[in-house]
C-alpha cells in the first residue's frame, strides 16, 4: 500500500471539507496518511504530522491541495527527493493540477492501484552574486525574474549567455522560464508556450522599451547571466513569482538548468495541449462573462 503525503493551503475556499474527505478515503482504503506539519494542525490531526522536509524516504507519493502557487512551493521543496506530486486543483486555472474535488474518490483510487503516469518536469537553478561572491542559491520550477517595483522607473540588465553578450534590456525586467514556466508570467509578456516535454530555457524580456527586443529559445545546457545596471532601490530578483530578494547594481545572477526534477502525476500522457486548450478558453469565456 502507498504511503501518500497531504499537504493543504488552508486560504483556498473548501480546503478543510476536500482534506478531510481525502484522509478518510486513504484511511478508508487501508493506506495511512501522512499530513504536512501545518496541514495536520489545520486538520485537528496532530498524530500524523511530519515536516515537509522529512517526507522522504516515509512517503511515496504527495497530494497537493490548493492552486498552482501552493503546487510550485511544495514543488520546490520536495525537489531533492523523487516524490511524485498530484494536484488537486481548489484555485483558478489549476494548470499543474490533475484531479478537481468533485472526482476526488476516483482520483484516490487510481493512485492506490497505481493507475497513473509520472511526468518530470525540467527546474531552473539560479545563483545571486554580489561584489563577486555567491550570497543566494534558489531552484523554480516556473521561472526566475529581475524586475522592478509597480512605480519604480525603467531598469537594464545586461545578459549574456554561455559567456557572449546577448544585449542590455531595458524595460520593466527580463524574465527566464522552464517550458513549464511557459504557460505563466512569461505568456502574460508575450512569449510562446512551449511544450513541457521539450527541455529548454526561456528568455523573455518584460515590457522592452525597444521594439526589437523579442523572446529567445535557449538550449537547456545555456548558462544565461544577469548583471543588474539599475542602481533605484525597488529591484528584485522572483523564484517562481513567490520568493524574492531585493538587487543592487551591478549584482550578477546566474540561471540554468537544475539538477533536479519535478514529477508530476498524470493520468495518461499527452494531455498538455488539451489542458491549455481548456484552461485558456475557460479563462477567455470567465473574462468575457464577467464584462
Not at 511544450?195 to 518584460?206: G, Q, R, Y
Not at 499527452?270 to 470567465?286: C, I, P, Y
Request: glycine share 8%; hydrophobic share 40%.
Amino acid at each position: 500500500m502507498l504511503n501518500v503525503g497531504i499537504y493543504v493551503n488552508p486560504t483556498k475556499p473548501h480546503a478543510r471539507d476536500v482534506a478531510e474527505e481525502l484522509v478518510s478515503l486513504l484511511e478508508k482504503y487501508g493506506s495511512l496518511p501522512v499530513l504536512e506539519t501545518s496541514t495536520a494542525e489545520f486538520l485537528a490531526r496532530p498524530e500524523l504530522a511530519l515536516p515537509l522536509e522529512q517526507f522522504y524516504p516515509r512517503v511515496e507519493l504527495a497530494f497537493v491541495l490548493g492552486g498552482d502557487g501552493t503546487l510550485l512551493s511544495v514543488a520546490r521543496a520536495l525537489a531533492p527527493f523523487p516524490i511524485p506530486i498530484l494536484g488537486i486543483n481548489l484555485g483558478h486555472l489549476g494548470f499543474l493540477s490533475e484531479a478537481e474535488p468533485h472526482n476526488l474518490a476516483e482520483s484516490v483510487q487510481q493512485i492506490l492501484s497505481r493507475q497513473y503516469i509520472v511526468e518530470e518536469r525540467m527546474m531552473l537553478e539560479t545563483q545571486l552574486f554580489r561584489r563577486g561572491r555567491p550570497t543566494r542559491s534558489f531552484h523554480a520550477l516556473n521561472d526566475v525574474g529581475i524586475a522592478k517595483g509597480s512605480f519604480s522607473r525603467m531598469v537594464t540588465n545586461k545578459v549574456l549567455v554561455n559567456g557572449m553578450f546577448l544585449g542590455k534590456y531595458s524595460g520593466d525586467g527580463v524574465l527566464i522560464s522552464s517550458p513549464t514556466g511557459s504557460t505563466a508570467y512569461s505568456l502574460s509578456a508575450g512569449g510562446p508556450i512551449i511544450s513541457p516535454n521539450v527541455e529548454v530555457l526561456l528568455f523573455t524580456p518584460i515590457a522592452p522599451h525597444t521594439l526589437t527586443a523579442r523572446p529567445i529559445v535557449l538550449a537547456p545546457d545555456d548558462v544565461v547571466e544577469i548583471e543588474v545596471l539599475s542602481d533605484h532601490e525597488d529591484l528584485g530578483l522572483t523564484v517562481d513569482g513567490q520568493l524574492g530578494v531585493q538587487l543592487q547594481c551591478q549584482d550578477r545572477i546566474l540561471v540554468k538548468k537544475s539538477p533536479y526534477t519535478t514529477q508530476l502525476i498524470k493520468w495518461r500522457e499527452n494531455t498538455f495541449f488539451e489542458v491549455v486548450r481548456e484552461k485558456l478558453q475557460r479563462q477567455s469565456w470567465e473574462q468575457e462573462d464577467g464584462e
